[in-house]
Structures are given as C-alpha cells and as structure tokens.
C-alpha cells in the first residue's frame, strides 16, 4: 500500500490486488475486509472492479483506495505525481509483504455478501424486466404525461433520465399474471432508477388519487390519509443520477427526483446532478474525480440538518463545498416546486454557485 495525497489535498491509498482482505465478488464491485483501519468483523471495503476506485465504509476510516492493477494508468500517474513531490516511490515491481490471499475473479467468491428478502429480489427483478415496457408506458399513459408536464418537466428530458410508468392496466395483462401479484404496490407510479454501490434500484411515485390541475400539496394530504398508497416506495434505496464511472467534477446534490428533473430541464449537464431521494448520504460514494460538490437540499427542517452533516463530511474528505438551498420565500420549499410557479429565474442561484465554482 502507498498513501498519495493529491494536489487538493485528497488522500488516496494506492493497494495491490493481494493486499484484499478475503474479497467477496458482488457483481460489478468486490467488497473486502478493510486492511486500512484493520476491520476484521465488516467488508467495510467496497471497490468497483471496472474503474479499481473503492471506499471504506467505515465512517472512522474513510479511506479512499485504488486498486493499481484495476487501473494502472491512473496509478502509475499518481504514484509519479507522488515521486516528483520528493516522496519516495516503489518500483513497479514491489509487491507488499502481506498473506497472498485467492485472486478477487475466483469462482469461489462469486456469492453474495448479505442478500435481501426473496420478496425483495423478486419484485426488483419483476421491474427490472419490465423496464423497456415502463418506460413505453410513460410515452402513452396521459394521465403520467399530464403529471410530468405540471411539474414542468418536459417528457423527453424524463425519458432521457430513465424515468416510467406502471399503469395497473399492464399489471392486469394475462400474460403479466404473476409479475402483477408481485408489483401490486408499483402500480401507478412514476418510476426512476436508483443506483448505489449495491447495484440498481427504483423508487416510485404514486399517481394515485391525482388528477390534473391538482395541486401537489393537495395530493400529498390526499395519499397521507389512511389505508391509501405511500407516497414514495423503493427497492432498493440508492440515489437517482448517480453513475459512478460518468460523474462530473463538480455535482449539484438535490433532495427530491422531480428536483433533480428540474435542473435537468433547466440545462444542467446530468452527469452533474444527483438526488438523494432519502438515501442516508455517504460521503464515501464520490469517486475521485468529484472536486466541488453544491449541496442544494430543501429549506426545510430536514434539509438543513441534512445539509451540514454532509458540508461537515465533504470538506473532510478534501471535497470544496457550496451551499444553495432555495431561497425561503413564498414560492416553495424545493427546486421543482418553485419551477413550475416561477420559472427559470427559480434556479438563478443554482446557476451562480455553479458558475463560481467552475471560475475558481
Ligand atoms: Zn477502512
């Protein structure tokens, strides 16, 4: 292992495949005990086996890691970076000391570390093959048109997220029988994908009891009432616009989905922005490339509360930091809200922060 700190002051540790502590292999990432703070009872360690860039989980360690055979162009930069700072360098050919342990491609690793509920699986499977025929549903259903188009937020740029529909008319084909027993709870909803470190998700927003000219608060107290459907459901949670290997150097978190649709519509670049959707935040998810991050969560009680825990984590972890909540008016609490009250100048401070860091 050879600790490299960047120019802006990110710490990353370049490791050798045999360094993995007993490496579980989980589809696209590997998770493996920590060595750096020397977990032995968690696979803190998770790293995308594509890029070679990992994470610890562990909030103490924190590590960022690359795995220099996953990636050696990146590693030999840093660990020539490192050298003409004065640091000594290893050959190439060093190999650390440590037990060899299996190879991480092993058959033998290729089962998963803790799986969900067979419910679980089988219902995100059941989405997952149905997504092509969502998303068509989206393109048709004009109850699903007419919401998004409320929301201000124009079907194509929709599309392009990765956003659908599931109507109950599709759960009730016969030949859909057994997936609409499980995707019972899905119908009617919006769906957009989730991505995490543990794979693909999706969260769903019901349309149920809406109707066009309906007000959003007027829906939100009409779901909240008992016996009718939860507003938001997922499976599993993850954060809607997070694709680990596309992200840009300076992100725009949001809170909501339809906020994230929002900025989307209004010219920001997607590999830019990210929505939480209620994910617990983890400051571990950010690749290396991830310089700024401009945390634009709600103005309310939650928000904020949730916006200086992560301003407190990102600058730890070298990360420069902006705030933009939205402005506490009259005009609403989140970005979509005001959107479609007020229009484009609703983002001008989103536009400002981002110009600034782009600038410094
Ligand atoms: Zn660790």
Redesign the pocket.
């Known amino acids: 292992m050879v600790t490299v700190v960047t120019r802006q002051g990110r710490r990353i540790e370049i490791i050798y495949q045999s360094e993995l502590c007993d490496p579980l292999n989980m589809g696209e990432y590997v998770r493996a005990y ?1 060595h ?2 020397g ?1 032995d009872h968690q696979r ?2 998770s790293i995308n086996k594509k890029t070679g860039w990992g994470h ?1 989980f ?1 909030a103490a ?1 924190d ?1 960022t890691v690359l795995v220099a055979e996953w990636n050696p162009p990146v590693a030999e930069r840093l660990l020539r970076a490192r050298y003409q700072t004065g640091a000594p360098v290893p050959p190439a050919y060093y190999q650390p000391p440590e037990k060899k342990l299996p190879p991480v491609y092993q058959p033998v690793l290729l089962h998963p570390l803790k799986t969900p509920p067979k419910w679980q699986r089988d219902e995100l499977a059941a989405l997952l093959s149905l997504s092509r025929q969502m998303r068509a549903a989206l393109v048709h259903s004009k109850q699903a048109r007419a919401y998004l188009y409320e929301r201000g937020i124009p079907l194509e740029v929709a599309l392009t997220a990765g956003v659908s529909y599931l109507p109950s008319a599709m759960l009730n084909m016969p030949e859909l029988q057994e997936k609409g027993g499980i995707l019972r709870r899905w119908a009617d909803r919006i769906i957009f994908p989730l991505t995490s470190p543990a794979g693909k998700g999706y969260i769903g927003r019901s349309l149920c009891h809406w109707q066009p000219g309906m007000d959003e608060n007027t829906h939100k107290s009409l779901l909240d009432q008992p016996k009718r459907p939860r507003r938001w459901i997922t499976n599993p949670a993850g954060w809607f616009g997070y694709d680990i290997d596309h992200l840009s150097g300076c992100l725009i978190l949001v809170e909501g989905a339809f906020d994230r649709l929002t900025l989307l519509s209004a010219g920001f670049p997607a590999a830019g922005v990210i929505a939480l959707v209620g994910t617990a935040t983890q400051a571990d998810w950010y690749p290396h490339q991830v310089k700024a991050v401009i945390l634009a969560l709600d103005a309310d009680d939650g928000g904020k509360e949730a916006t200086s825990r992560l301003a407190c984590r990102l600058t730890q972890t070298g990360i420069c930091v902006r705030l933009c909540p939205p402005l506490q008016d009259k005009w609403g609490k989140d970005w979509n809200e005001r959107w479609h009250r007020i229009g484009p100048q609703s983002v001008w401070p989103i536009y400002e922060a981002y110009a600034e860091l782009w600038g410094a």
């Open positions: 920590c750096i703070h977990s803190s360690l610890c562990n360690c590590a």
